[in-house]
């Protein structure tokens, strides 16, 4: 292995609301401008990680831009006619801090399973990056028939294809690490590997394409996450976690309500310009569940799933005696709900382990989403655990295509201030008995949201949409967390500001 000197954009991760200017032309994920075949002008490609002007590039997002320079020390390349032809001829156990390793794309997927333990820092921070074909194909790393380096010695090898955290060879604690622009697959009870001993294994239900057992400042952009147990998993030991601009879908366990796209218990974790899709077929976990303090879900399209989003309550101390457990940041994003045999709630929150001193008992601030529900029978946006539990929901729009009757508020529980949402006429509080209390002011009730393309899912407001400059300004207190992007087709995003006289509810501006 020969080092080379790499320059790219500084890698850091800002956790929670704050966000950048979102404007940066400087791509934190750009490192190969000067191999670069592809166009240099290209504004349409998502998967395009070597071009400088690509707005459309799901791994531009504004809270990981930043115009400092740091310098690799290291870069490692593998892939077709390369020194390294193989994921698993890399170092995994001795990377260093400032490495940069290369994954091209080929035809037939990598089969290799690796574990990543590197004490980086955010001047040097240790990058796993795909590099996609000309066509934007994402290099594929698979859990079927994978071989773990016989040098890589960790534990909970069925647990996942790529593992953030503990290894048998080091004590180091793994921090600002990146994965990017790969295609991560095939971690369940279908698939087995070769662990580090030589064995045959099969990996377990629960298991992950991607799982972070312990680590700091890590973050997963770009990616493809499928085929598994869990897409994303992520334990108590994993704190400020970032998940930007990722396709995660296509996971589950048939007749499992415990297997998710993502299930994360974390200290502080930002989901951003991701998309979630459905779950596979007979699969009966949520998109996104999760246990952690300081979430924020922002800007993301998530679609299907036995419920869209679940808040739920974490069995750990340090997490649910926390300040940052009580507040609950849900804005911006696209909740989609199919017409199939799954939970008629939108989202969840407060806990699930009937220890109610555990559950989250705060503030869920839920805003300028669109919620679509498909569903025939009955739709709830919110169901709230207890009324210890409060919810700020402003500035929604809240369509169902049965008719209004059928879309309920709450299911029974909490504390809900509805303000100036679109809802469909005839809505309910609750379709049974209303134990909480919602208090309804300045919403906007209609037949048609007036969406620009429903069938062509076009969920922005056209011109003469009823609900256009119906929404509220932000309160002081989310100063932190700014209505200054919207989600765009898919796994990106772009600036948005008030176009009219008040800002529109829903999660786009009118054009």
Known sequence: MTPRICIILAFFILIGCDDGSGNSANNVNNTNST??????????NTNNTNNTNNANNANNTSSTNNTNNVIFQTTIE????LALTDPCQVSWESLTPSTLVLIHHREEPYRCK?????????SSPLVVRGIPSDTGQLPVITGEDAVTPLALDYWNEVRSVIKVGGVSHSTDFASYIAIENLEIRSARPAYSFTDDSGSTQTFSENAAAVHVEEGDHITIRGCTLTDSGNGFFAGSGASNLLLAGNHIHGNGIEGSMYEHNNYTEADHITFEYNRFGPLRDGCLGNNLKDRSTGTVIRFNWIEAGNRTIDLVDSDYEAFYGSDAYRETHVYGNILIKHD??????????????????RYRKGT???????????????????????NDETVECFNNVLYNTAGGTYMAISDGAGVIALENNWLPEGWREVHGTNNGVITPADNIEGTDPGFTDFDGVDYTLGSSAQAVDGGRD????????????????????????????AIDPGAFERP
């Not at 191999?35 to 349409?44: C, E, G, I, M, W």
């Not at 593998?78 to 006619?81: A, I, L, Q, T, Y």
């Open 35 to 44: 191999n670069n075949t592809n166009n240099s002008n290209s504004t349409n």
């Open 78 to 81: 593998v892939g077709p006619g």
């Open 114 to 122: 690796f574990a990543l333990a590197t004490a980086a820092t955010e």
């Open 340 to 357: 199939v045999e799954e939970n008629g709630q939108v989202l969840h929150y407060g806990g699930d382990s009937g220890d109610t001193d």
């Open 364 to 386: 869920l601030w839920f805003y300028n989403n669109t919620v679509v529900s498909y569903r025939s029978g009955n739709t709830t946006l919110l169901g709230i655990s207890t």
């Open 474 to 501: 932000l309160d002081a207190s989310l100063s932190s967390c700014p209505l200054n992007r919207q989600y765009h087709l898919h796994q990106s995003s772009v600036a948005r500001s008030v176009s009219g006289t």
